[in-house]
């Protein structure tokens, strides 16, 4: 049938999850950071995903698609909830507004989750930072994360190389600033490595200062590097 249906442009779209949070039906998720449209018939051409979209890469088209199935919505909006219940469904970016200054700037933090093109990776301030060190140091909030785009990791546990996800933000986005916060624990230099690995991949100078933070909570040493 000839119907109204969602049209994502991929050119034009950022990974951001805005359209996604939006859908009621499930019809839009974020793949390999790029808003698709999962199956025509979850998406009921109505539109509430539109007005969010901070550069205008969703639209309505007509053309020929499978009709609208609630019940194909409602048994898909279960089977996403049985996920979530599992699993982490963090991966979608947002900004976070709001008047009380006193929390993170973005969602989601974690270095494997974040879109690399995320909106608001660009003209950033961005701190990067071992996740033990949050719980160490009393104050992390005023001291690195107020003002800062936020990533944390545990080179450790995670046993991957940050240094390409690193590199890909560094590439795609204006870095104006990187402060690294790290325990000061051996497995916390992979972290610091990884750092300046992406910027000698990108060729960028961009001004980098390290914080190493003791285990009974210190600041045991700041650092500056280019």
């Given at each position: ?8 442009d991929e050119k034009k ?142 080179p450790k546990l995670d ?68």
């Amino acid at each position: 049938m000839i119907r109204k249906i969602v049209k994502i442009d991929e050119k034009k779209c950022n990974g951001c999850g805005i359209c996604a949070d939006a859908c009621h039906e499930g019809a839009i998720q974020i793949v390999n950071n790029k808003a698709k449209l999962v199956k025509d018939d979850y998406c009921d051409g109505l539109g509430d995903c539109l007005p969010g979209c901070p550069t205008g890469a969703i639209s309505i088209e007509e053309r020929e698609a499978e009709a609208y199935d609630e019940n194909a919505v409602k048994s898909h909006l279960q089977n996403k909830e049985k996920e979530i219940a599992c699993g982490c469904p963090g991966g979608q970016a947002r900004v976070i507004d709001t008047l009380d200054n006193n929390c993170l700037n973005q969602w989601p933090i974690q270095i494997k989750l974040v879109p690399t093109n995320a909106p608001y990776f660009d003209d950033s301030e961005l701190l990067i930072a071992a996740d033990c060190t949050a719980f160490a140091y009393s104050n992390f909030y005023n001291d690195f994360i107020k003002n800062r785009i936020t990533l944390i990791g545990c080179p450790k546990l995670d046993s991957i190389d940050y240094s390409e996800k690193i590199s890909e933000i560094i590439k795609n986005n204006k870095i104006n600033s990187i402060r690294i916060v790290m325990m000061e624990v051996p497995c916390c230099t992979g972290l610091e490595n990884a750092v300046l690995k992406a910027l000698q991949n990108n060729g960028k100078t961009i001004p980098l200062q390290t914080s190493i933070i003791s285990i009974n909570g210190k600041i045991i040493k700041n650092k500056a590097g280019d």
